[in-house]
């Protein structure tokens, strides 16, 4: 009786690919894969310049001292790759590739006794070249990354209505401020006590009882935050707060139109 085992064809480990939840064993007889099926994405570069500095950073090698017969390799095989993919972008590099190979000729033939110093190393323009590109070419991505306009900042045009007329209010000079404060030493003279007491006032204390009178962001009359009872000396510590607190800019005043009320309220930015 023949083995059952040797009439059963070999299962391969994995399947090729699963199509709709069926497994794929074996490739179609009738599958076509194009030529140019699957393509090659390699590293641009804007020059031949620009390749030698990918290599040299790539492989962190300082670019006073490049090992010329390890990077010339290297830079034939990319050539050669790029010669078969963009037959058009190669003449370029080749003058590259020349250059490279003259200066690994010139370091491989014995060099005669020189009694010169500072002797010209046949790296030396190469390497002079790459510094000047590698300085543009950061320069050109500080540039880049700067604001742009018409790429970050665009530019506004808002017309004005016909007919439209802006009001600014009157600004509070300081003769009107004085006036005010005159009005309410005029006040405070009616609670004035013929009897000696001394009374403490303290102008921080004042400025955090204004503020904290002014807190839920509402203006306040600028004759209501003076009590008369507290005589001459009370009203002066409250005036003298409140410069304080505007030349702080914590607060402002404010005044619809002239000889109007003056109004006293805290800044948006202090809430």
Known sequence: MPDASAAVPPVPESPLAIVQGTPLLTLPLDLYIPPDALEICLETFEGPLDLLLYLIR??????????????????????????????????EYLLMA???????SRL??????????????????????LQDYERFKQAAVDLDALPRLEREHFTVHAVVPSGFIKRRPPDVELPELLHALRDVLARAELFTRHHIKREQLSLRERMSQVLERLQSGESACLTELFDPSEGRAGVVVTFLA?????????????QSDAFAPI??????STL
């Open 58 to 91: 790539r492989q962190n090698l300082d670019i006073l001292d490049i090992p010329i017969a390890r990077i010339t390799d290297q830079y034939l095989e990319y050539v050669e790759l790029m010669r078969e993919l963009r037959l058009e972008l190669a003449a």
């Open 263 to 268: 109004y006293v309220r805290r800044r948006e």
């Open 242 to 254: 409140l410069l304080e607190l505007i030349k702080s800019s914590m607060l402002e005043l404010i």
């Open 108 to 129: 491989l033939l014995p060099q005669p006794p020189s009694t010169t110093e500072g002797d010209d190393d046949p790296r030396s323009d190469l390497i002079r070249r």
């Open 98 to 104: 020349a250059m490279l190979a003259e200066i690994k």
